[in-house]
């Protein structure tokens, strides 16, 4: 739960992109959902197609900072698109956040993959290899 993590320091909400904002409604009920990519050619998300997961669709995430969407899904609740993927670049660093897998039905295989690849790209190596 990185993104509700360190709300009172500033920097972490420019390094995180996106915090949970405990004002906000916290989520939709948990239940299924598909996770659509809508950036097929970066190195975490290319070759990936939209997936269907059981989860909590995060719906009160704030920030200022500039973010690359990876992946978004419906609410059920509001209809609008919330952000389950991104990156940015902090100093020399790579951020990965997704809000993605808060139990073992969350983590399905599509679900790792993403977590995978984002992990390899944060750390500078290919993702695909």
């Known amino acids: 739960f990185a993104c509700g993590a360190f709300q009172g320091w500033p920097e972490f909400v420019k390094m995180a992109g996106r915090v949970w904002d405990p004002k ?12 659509q990519i809508r ?11 939209d997936f269907a997961t059981t989860d909590e669709l ?3 995430l704030t920030g200022d900072t ?6 978004d899904a419906v609410s059920k609740g509001d209809h609008q698109p919330y952000p389950m993927a991104f990156v940015l ?16 039905a969350a983590l399905n ?7 995978r ?3 390899a790209w944060a750390a500078g190596l290919d993702p695909r290899a």
């Open 117 to 119: 690849r984002a992990t």
């Open 89 to 104: 670049e902090y100093g020399r660093g790579r951020v990965f956040l997704s809000t993605l897998g808060h139990d073992v």
């Open 24 to 35: 906000k409604r916290g989520h939709d009920p948990y239940g299924p959902f598909t996770v």
């Open 66 to 71: 500039p973010i690359h969407l990876l992946a």
């Open 58 to 60: 995060y719906t009160s």
């Open 39 to 49: 950036d097929a050619a970066h190195p975490v998300t290319a070759g990936l197609r």
């Open 109 to 115: 295989p599509e679900t790792g993959r993403l977590y």
